[in-house]
């Protein structure tokens, strides 16, 4: 697993099972965490209005034209959007591909933030924009195993999440370890002989 070279294929494993992850981002794609707001926010503009708008750029990320203007020519620059000034912007296939990347990430990481770690939403929303620029796909790929393990787990599932959610809230769990184990054996299913 080389950070220095991000097109390289990464293989993840998770017991027996091995995925091969292309990364989306060819070395002359890598962008800043700035670089990536801006292409999510393009995503989702374009999403909702078919085509985005300098303006329309400002106005979501809460920033100076002439800001909006130097990331449109650092992307259009990579080859991720179609730019000219005073046009409108649009997506190039691998704009999309890289845009769909970042979005990924991002819901992942907000996901495994609410859902396993029990944090509220906002703080998970702000954590998620945080993390998704800088964490590692093999990490976010692991927590996304992680939360699917968790849900097929007799000993896991939403009875150990809110577990930890009551833990965190109360210092102390709802019942006793004793208690916790009896009722995962009553939820295994009898095995044949």
Partial sequence: MTQDRPDCIVKLSCKKTIQTVK????????????????????????????????????????VSGASVTEALRALSKKGLINYAPYEVITMTDEGRIVAEDVIRRHNA???FFIEVLAVDSATAEIGACRFEHTAPAEIIEQMVNFSKFL???????????QGFADFCARGKTRVSC????????????????
């Fill in 109 to 111: 990481l907000k996901k």
């Fill in 23 to 62: 990364n989306p981002m060819k070395d002359s794609h890598t962008l800043s965490a700035s670089l990536e707001d801006y292409i999510e926010a393009i995503y989702h503009i374009i999403s909702a209005k078919g085509v985005a708008r300098g303006k329309d750029i400002c106005s979501r990320l809460k």
């Fill in 151 to 161: 849900d097929i787990c007799p000993r896991g599932g939403k009875e150990l999440i």
């Fill in 178 to 193: 004793d208690e916790c184990v009896s009722q995962c054996l009553e939820n295994i299913p009898a095995r044949s002989s």
